[in-house]
């Protein structure tokens, strides 16, 4: 994006690959592309989006953009810091900075221990504090995402969904990071639960000044919480930019595709064209050549089939990689 600013995170071309199945199994040993060439950054302040399909990646990157996972190629610096190639001993005291809140909050919860402990571990593991200074922060993270810390007595198994998610996201901040990267943290919860979790990461954002990597699949959670969008398929971002942009004019056909697959009520009765993806999602342990959406593609060309296209400056804020992309208002393959 701009040059000017000043990038809190920065991802370079980061390729990333698994290997699954064993020789002694039918099959054999298959590398799935994971990431393939995935370049983002995220600037102070701000909320990024990460959509898509089951699949095609947005965990994965989010791990790897905070090391949790090792990357294969590529470059990750976190404020300037090259972290790619560092040790989990030299990641350590940058751990306080950048923190995960996890999709599940039953099982991101160890169920032997109380809640104190659960929120306090960062705290012990980290900072130089004494116990008394310890059960202070407790008593003032409780109160930032709005529990008792009576509470804190507690163990998980005696919250609901929503309660352990906002004990998640306490633990998550008690160091006071820099970079919040959230892995889908609403999809495990009921519908009524999840805006007020959105709202909550609204208001910390706000008080605290996080940046976050938000990543889900409902297009509705994005819209709300988001500041810039990135639209991932099989691998690699396809389109990214200011989320209003990308969510009410998108320039990749598989953009328009996700957000018309999302019913809107119509008290008209007014019928929204849909676009028609054909086929299935290929498989990553083997790509297609080219541009990888070409084979579901409605408006694929040959080149797409041979081309691999680059994401490349379309709009003012907005960056696509597509050989044909849509113009405003144009709706790919509809039906």
């Known amino acids: ?36 060439d995935v370049s983002l950054d995220v600037f102070p302040g701000e909320t990024v989006g990460l959509v898509g399909e089951s699949g095609c990646g947005k965990s994965t990157l989010g791990r790897c953009l905070l090391r949790l996972y090792s990357i294969d190629d590529g470059r990750i610096a976190f404020q300037g810091k090259d972290i790619t190639n560092l040790s989990q001993r030299e990641l350590r005291p940058l751990r306080a900075e950048m923190q995960m809140v996890f999709q599940d909050p039953y099982s991101s919860l160890n169920p032997r221990r109380r809640v104190g402990d659960l929120i306090a571990e960062p705290l012990r593991v980290h900072g130089k504090r004494s116990e008394a200074d310890v059960q202070n922060r407790l008593r003032e993270l409780m109160e930032l995402v709005n529990l008792s810390p009576d509470f804190l007595q507690r163990f998980p198994h005696e919250f609901s969904g929503g309660q352990r998610q906002r004990i998640g996201i306490a633990r998550a901040i008690a160091m006071s990071p820099r970079l919040v990267v959230a892995d889908e943290p609403v999809s495990a919860l009921d519908v009524s639960v999840q805006a007020q979790i959105v709202n909550l990461f609204m208001d910390l954002q706000q008080k605290l000044g996080l940046t976050y990597v938000f990543i889900a699949h409902d297009l509705s959670v994005v819209r709300q919480i988001a500041t810039r969008t990135a639209v991932m398929y099989l691998g690699g971002i396809v389109e990214i930019g200011d989320t209003d942009t ?90």
């Not at 595709?257 to 028609?276: F, K, M, Y």
């Open 246 to 335: 990308v969510l009410h004019s998108p320039a990749h056909p598989y953009t328009a595709a996700l957000i018309s697959a999302v019913p809107e009520p119509d008290p008209h009765g007014n019928i929204r064209a849909r676009t028609i993806l054909r086929g299935e999602p290929p498989s990553p342990t083997n790509p297609p050549s080219g541009c990888r959406f070409h084979t579901r593609c409605p408006i694929a060309q040959e080149r797409c089939g041979v081309e691999v296209p680059v994401l490349r400056p379309l709009d003012p804020g907005r960056r696509v990689a597509c050989h044909f992309p849509l113009q405003s208002g144009e709706v790919a393959g509809h039906g």
């Open 1 to 36: 994006m701009s040059g000017t600013r000043p990038t809190m995170l920065h991802a370079a071309s980061v390729t990333k690959r698994f290997r699954v199945g064993s020789r002694f199994r039918t099959g054999g040993v298959q590398i799935v592309h994971a990431l393939t």
